[in-house]
């Protein structure tokens, strides 16, 4: 079955950076869009990031343009979302999601047909 890994959230600073990865299996990575979403506590789940199946096309949620940036590689079936200058407000579980509609840049989660578990980011100010 699909199977989407998150790693690489922690605790940082204000102004710090982290890289999200996400590993998946099960599914013919190249042929689906992948995104980033976030769900901090109390609020509703949110897109952050999306990818294309082909990696050149990407959209972001205006609260992260210029900070963050969103790659694949499709030959490892990594993605993987760079946050760059963080901001407390951007704490948060992050998750990948998958979507088999290839060409999907990003949307709303039910979109998305396969979700990793999530992973911590905490930004301290």
């Known amino acids: 079955q699909v199977q989407l890994v998150e790693s690489g959230g922690g605790l940082v600073q204000a102004g710090g950076s982290l890289r999200l990865s996400c590993a998946a299996s099960?599914?013919?990575?190249?042929?689906?869009?992948m995104g980033w979403f976030r769900q901090a506590p109390g609020k509703e789940r949110e897109f952050v990031a999306g990818v294309d199946n082909s990696g050149r096309r990407t959209m972001y949620v205006d609260s992260v343009k210029g900070r963050f940036t969103i790659s694949r590689d499709n030959a490892k079936n990594l993605a993987y979302v760079q946050m760059e200058r963080l901001k407390p407000e951007d704490t948060a579980v992050y998750y990948c999601?998958?979507?088999?509609?290839?060409?999907?840049?990003?949307?709303?989660?039910?979109?998305?047909?396969?979700w990793g578990q999530g992973t911590q980011v905490t930004v301290s100010s």
């Open positions: 999601a998958a979507s088999s509609v290839g060409g999907l840049t990003g949307g709303p989660p039910p979109m998305y047909s396969s």
């Open positions: 099960g599914l013919a990575f190249s042929s689906y869009a």
